[in-house]
Nanobody, 121 residues
């Protein structure tokens, strides 16, 4: 069973930073594609960033240069460092994983519970 446990919920002001974390089992962390996704009110879930087991990363255009996805090998934890946050970044953020990266969020089989990020102007 693949379990993804997220942490890092927060409400911040525009321009501030926040880090989200997602812990999982070692075999998921070392062999699965993992990523961060978000869904804001009235919109479809969208990909934010993904990382392959060997470390290759991809980012959505909206977050390039501001967000950074990384892995902490000491405790099998995935992070999303979010800098220069904007009100448009307000959403429920989800950690997801699968044996490969998919082109559409709905194709990922394993999801965390979600964590709310609110950015005020």
């Amino acid at each position: 069973q693949v379990e993804l446990v997220e942490s890092g919920v927060g409400s911040v002001q525009a321009g501030w930073s926040l880090r989200l974390s997602c812990s999982t089992r070692e075999y998921v962390y070392t062999t699965y594609c993992m990523g961060w996704f978000r869904q804001s009110s009235g919109k479809d879930r969208e990909e934010v960033a993904t990382i392959l087991p060997e470390g290759t990363t991809t980012y959505a255009d909206a977050v390039k240069g501001r967000f950074s996805i990384s892995k902490d090998d000491t405790n099998n934890t995935l992070h999303l460092q979010m800098n220069s946050l904007e009100p448009e970044d307000t959403a429920m953020y989800y950690c997801a994983a699968d044996y490969r990266c998919w082109s559409k969020p709905d194709m990922y089989r394993y999801w965390g519970q979600g964590t709310q990020v609110t950015v005020s102007s």
